[in-house]
């Protein structure tokens, strides 16, 4: 049952679990008597946009448990609106009303599981950690959900053995907040009453108590995975196009290629997770690169699941780890979890395509021909301890070392690093964080280095936001299993906003500034200064104006600059979302030194219609140096994914780009369609496609076929 009890401003709202009587069949009908007989939570509020104010209808919650699971379940009655509930991929369900439980497990407050529902009960589910959010976290928990005359129902049942808890055979108390999104209202509501933007979420939770899980782990988790690909591909030496008419298979199972994922619950809260021979085909393609007069290398977005399970466990202050820099892996190892306030991440991984570094100046022992061939070992260790009330003490080392590899030996690069950091939270919205690391890197050459950095700030939420961030780093230092692309600078950057609550059609209006100063040691320099205003019109539309003026120092030469922008999110019924942008700017070209012009727009499209989704993303550029022949570049990127069931799906992703430089042109498609059977997390199969087309050269350069199967297997 849930019950919520009479507390005082200092006691958080406490609700109970008790031991369901019965089997609980997860089929969205809060139909069996231990449902029934449960009392119930509800007085929800407002907490966004705006704060308080109750939903529409009403909205009750229950709380169950067995030795398998945890038991949710939800009833939205005497809503008088049509409700957003539609078929849809795993984690595409922003759009749709939506339930979000939200559990801190440890009762810390700094951490926890988030898990939101659409009506259907079609699942997303995320990782908060100290104000970092996991997105692309995922486990397996099964629920369902129905939408009846005016509202509707959920189950959901969370397996003891998807979560980690503490280690104990006592009742246990965990933190609470169940939350409710109206999206046709832009609105959200919770229980208990939450603040907007607090930077720890879990502050605020109300008090689970009488959870009851086994007083062991999770037991092994097995995920074996065949893929059988064949892949053609431009030849390297001899630069000729790929014969597309033949298969090279002999032997048959050449193309074959078995992996393992494992998973092993040591304690309730304590685990090792390994991969061997991990494919990544059906993760999507990443974004194409069309920038102009781009100073520093792209950063990809993480999105291969051994990488992303348990992720915020290894992030710290000074973004240590970059995990795209680890390519291809051989294997992989992790040790995670938390013993009492002490969390620890323990990562080890062979890489077989190492690559180069990123820094502007090069690493020794980590350029583009010192890692060509050779195999990199990358290991992290992150330990962080509970501190400073619901703050944090971290401590980071990293070490990456070139080795040799079956196709070429001797060893290359060594690098090491450490790094300690700290997050204290004091007065409602505020967070000081701070942290020193060190680095050395060993080639050819040595290079030692340090970094120091610093930041205060109260987070944005109605009324006053702002802070100040500043960061110190010398020369030599170097972040090989980071994205560090330059050293030896000083940066002091600051921000300050104000949200203002408002009656009528604009619910809140954000005007704000923003400063900062970069300057290098060599005397180059980057000055900004801007301003900007937002506006939330209705709750579901965001215009945001901006601008600001700046100066820029590089190798001797300076330019002034200036930069203007404007923005719109919203949406246009239950089946529409646009996110159009404009922006134009002058500041350096970095390959002229001299002043450039840059224009640039593109617009964000996303449709629904039952289990079809059509997102639709534009964007193009124009750079003119002063005196040169414009550059141009555009971006075309669209995915069609057509849900069947909540079970099977499939998609289609387009994307063209193309640059038209001074140096030369380039034109690319890529066409990637892709069939999906997905039970939960771990149990799938995967039917797809791959091509890229050189359009300047008219050919294929690269074609993909793959097929795979997983199953996930919890003896």
Do not use: C
Not at 22 to 41: K, N
Request: charged share 20%; proline share 6%; glycine share 10%.
């Amino acid at each position: 049952m849930l019950a919520v009890l009479n507390a005082s401003a200092q006691t958080p709202p406490r609700a109970q679990a008790v031991v369901a009587g019965g089997a609980v069949v997860i089929d969205g009908a809060l139909t069996e008597p231990d449902w029934a007989s449960a009392p119930v939570t509800t007085g929800f509020l407002q907490y966004t946009p705006t704060e308080g104010g109750a939903p529409p209808g009403r909205t009750e919650v229950r709380i169950l448990q067995d030795d398998a699971a945890l038991y949710v379940g939800v009833r939205v009655t005497g809503t008088g609106y049509p409700i957003r509930a539609r078929v849809s991929a795993r984690e595409r369900i922003n759009a749709d009303d939506q339930i979000g439980v939200y559990l801190d497990t440890f009762h810390d407050g700094r951490s926890g599981y988030i898990f939101y529902l659409n009506p259907l009960g079609i699942q997303q589910d995320i990782r908060h950690n100290s104000g970092d959010w996991n997105v692309n976290w995922d486990t397996a928990f099964r629920s369902a959900g129905q939408v009846i005359h005016d509202g509707y129902e959920l189950e959901i049942a969370l397996p003891w053995r998807s979560l980690k808890f503490p280690r104990t055979a006592d009742d246990q108390t965990w933190g609470l907040i169940v939350t409710r999104k109206v999206p046709h209202l832009g609105t959200k509501y919770a229980w208990p009453d939450i603040s907007l933007n607090k930077p720890l979420l879990f502050s605020e939770a109300g008090d689970l108590v009488g959870v009851r899980p086994p007083p062991v782990g999770s037991g092994l988790e097995l995920i074996p995975t065949l893929t059988a690909s064949q892949l053609w591909a431009v030849d390297e030496q001899t630069d000729q196009p790929p014969d597309l008419s033949s298969l090279d298979l002999d032997p048959w199972w050449r193309a074959l290629r078995p992996s393992l994922d494992l998973r092993l619950g040591i304690t309730p809260d304590l685990g090792l997770a390994a991969t061997a021979n991990p494919d990544f085909s059906q993760v999507e393609s990443d974004l194409a690169d069309v920038r102009l007069n781009a100073r520093f290398a792209f950063q990809f977005t993480e999105r291969r699941p051994f990488f992303l399970d348990g992720i915020d466990l290894y992030r710290d202050t000074a973004e240590t780890l970059y995990s795209r820099s680890i390519a291809e892996p051989v294997y992989g190892v992790k040790l995670s979890g938390r013993e009492g306030p002490l969390s620890v991440g323990v990562l080890h991984v062979l890489d077989q395509s190492p690559l180069p570094s990123v820094h502007e100046d090069g690493a020794p022992g980590f350029s583009e021909d010192e890692v060509a061939d050779r195999w990199a070992s990358n290991t992290l260790t992150r330990l962080k301890l509970d501190a400073f009330g619901e703050g944090w003490i971290g401590l980071t080392v990293a070490d990456k070392r070139i080795l040799a590899s079956p196709t070429r030996g001797g060893s290359a690069g060594i690098h090491g690093g450490a790094s300690a950091d700290l997050g204290i939270p004091f007065a409602d919205r505020w967070l000081a964080r701070a942290s020193t690391s060190a680095s050395h890197t060993q080639g050819a050459e040595s290079l030692w280095g340090s970094e120091v950095g610093a930041s205060v700030i109260r987070s944005s939420g109605l009324g006053t936001g702002g802070g100040i961030e500043g960061l110190w780093r010398s020369g030599g230092y170097r972040q090989e299993l980071g994205f560090l692309n330059q050293s030896g600078l000083t940066s002091v950057e600051a921000f300050i906003d104000h949200t203002f609550a408002t009656p009528g059609p604009i619910s809140t209006f954000t005007p704000s500034g923003y400063a900062s100063v970069w300057q290098e040691d060599d005397g180059d320099h980057f000055y900004t200064l801007g301003l900007s205003q937002a506006l939330l019109v209705e709750g579901i539309h965001r215009l945001v104006l901006e601008g600001g003026a700046g100066q820029r120092r590089q190798s001797a030469a300076e330019v002034p600059g200036y930069w203007l922008a404007t923005s719109w999110d919203g949406q246009l019924g239950s089946l529409l979302e646009l996110s159009p942008w404009l922006s134009t700017s002058r500041s350096m070209d970095f390959g002229t030194l001299g002043p450039a012009n840059t224009h640039d727009a593109g617009i964000t499209v996303i449709l629904r219609s039952a289990g079809v989704r059509l997102d639709t993303e534009i964007s193009g550029s124009r750079h003119v140096p002063d005196g040169l022949d414009p550059e141009l570049a555009h971006l075309l990127r669209t995915t069609l994914t057509w849900q069947w069931s909540r079970t099977l799906g499939a998609r289609l992703l387009v994307q063209e780009s193309r640059r038209l430089q001074a140096e030369g042109s380039s034109q690319e498609l890529l066409l990637s369609p892709l069939l999906t059977w997905l039970d939960v997390p771990g149990t799938a199969a995967y039917l797809g496609w791959t091509e890229r087309v050189d359009l300047v050269a008219g050919g294929t350069v690269e074609r993909i076929a793959f097929a795979k199967i997983s199953v996930l297997l919890r003896p």
